[in-house]
């Protein structure tokens, strides 16, 4: 099979960026013939606001050039990942233009929300979800701080919504977990043209052999993914070593408070390499994601679960789907630095149930989360799209 993957990088590479290189490989290595069409936000950078604006609805430029890429390499699929801002939905038209089925991997909540994560002054928020105009999003000016900026996600959205771009120009939609779905849903998309297929890890990086001391986080610091809720529990917890591996705009704040309370047993290691990242995990004995929003997948889970190390999360959105209490981890009330501190507490006292844990967490990842259960899914949506 032929396939056309598209893909708008972000500034920052993250776990988008992670998924579609890995998924691309994947493809490849199972003989596919995989063209890509990336485009980078750097180009941001020499554009006038109102040529990013109007790009951002309706890039004629992106048209022009998937069109002609189609036409040339003539692909059985189109599989877009992130399309926001460079590429835009005018991908859509420009493949059923030439009858080629589209795909849509759905990594956060853009299609219902301008900031695309739910969440607004420290807090899940869904006031534009129901709304055909998400004008709450403007006024708080959800993305980027800036009401501007946010008028012209929500322009895009409204413009999309009246053409049913979603609906009549996406043949299938893919969504990392089951929560997600059905938060997809519930705003709206077809529940026929909605797949569920788990994010997974390329390589095997195998069980780590010795059990590993304290907890571990991966990250962006910031105040959705909670690291200041991680830091306040550790406030209690004085004997148990804490390895923070991550950047953001939080960073300062915390290495501030950690300095100033003393906190000798926590340790932040910055931005990593995926490789450090995974050691980190490997030296750990289990990892904590104490995200405060709602999370359409856990990456980082599926990396502790191949380490064989159990996982301490939120209790909600994607997390309480992928950590299976009381069996591959423990949750916790989101934002409750106590609750956490607790539960750290008995995972570290209670040193053969964490490695029980580990090995189910293992397991998890053996059945969910390997490359050949992954290539399965795929292939069956792409499948499904064709017929």
């Not at 304290?214 to 690291?227: A, I, T, W």
Request: charged share 20%.
């Amino acid at each position: 099979m032929r396939i056309l993957i598209a893909h708008n990088r972000y500034l920052s590479p993250g776990g988008e960026d992670a998924v579609v290189g890995a998924e691309s490989v994947l493809l490849t290595r199972k003989g596919h013939d995989v063209i890509r069409y990336t485009v980078r936000n750097e180009e941001i950078r020499s554009l006038s606001r109102a040529r990013v604006a109007a790009d951002t609805i309706w890039n004629q430029k992106a048209f022009r050039e998937l069109r002609q890429l189609i036409q040339q390499t003539q692909p059985e699929v189109v599989h877009c990942h992130n399309i926001f801002p460079r590429i835009s939905p005018a991908i859509y038209y420009a493949a059923k233009g030439q009858h080629v089925p589209v795909i849509q991997t759905l990594h956060n909540y853009r299609l219902f929300c301008p900031a695309a994560a739910f969440f607004r002054d420290g807090a899940t928020c869904e006031e534009c979800a129901a709304r055909f105009v998400p004008w709450p999003g403007v006024l708080h000016g959800c993305y980027r701080n800036s009401r501007a900026a946010t008028a012209t996600v929500a322009s895009m959205l409204v413009v999309h919504r009246a053409f049913n771009s979603w609906d009549k120009r996406v043949d299938a939609y893919i969504a990392p977990s089951h929560f997600s779905m059905t938060k997809f849903i519930d705003n709206g998309l077809s529940p026929e043209k909605l797949h569920v297929k788990p994010n997974f890890l390329l390589e095997d990086p195998g069980p780590a052999d010795s059990h590993g001391s304290g907890g571990v986080f991966l990250g962006r610091l910031s105040h959705e993914k909670g690291p200041d809720v991680l830091v306040e529990a550790w406030r209690e917890l004085s004997q148990v070593p804490l390895r923070i591996v991550g950047d953001g705009p939080q960073k300062t704040a915390l290495e501030r408070t950690v300095a100033e309370r003393g906190l000798s047993q926590v340790r932040f290691l910055g931005h990593s390499s995926h490789r450090a990242c995974l050691e980190a995990v490997r030296q750990s004995a289990f990892l904590i994601v104490p995200s405060r929003s709602f999370e359409t997948f856990g990456r980082a889970i599926v990396e502790a679960y191949a380490l064989g190390r159990p996982v301490i999360a939120s209790r909600h959105g994607a997390l309480s789907e992928l950590v299976k209490d009381g069996t591959t981890g423990l949750l916790f009330s989101p934002g409750d630095a106590s609750d956490l501190a607790g539960k750290v507490r008995w995972m570290t006292s209670h040193r053969d149930a964490c490695r029980e844990m580990g090995q189910a967490a293992r397991r998890e990842y053996e059945a969910k989360y390997t490359s050949d259960r992954n290539y399965g899914l795929l292939m069956a949506v792409y499948q499904r799209a064709l017929t």
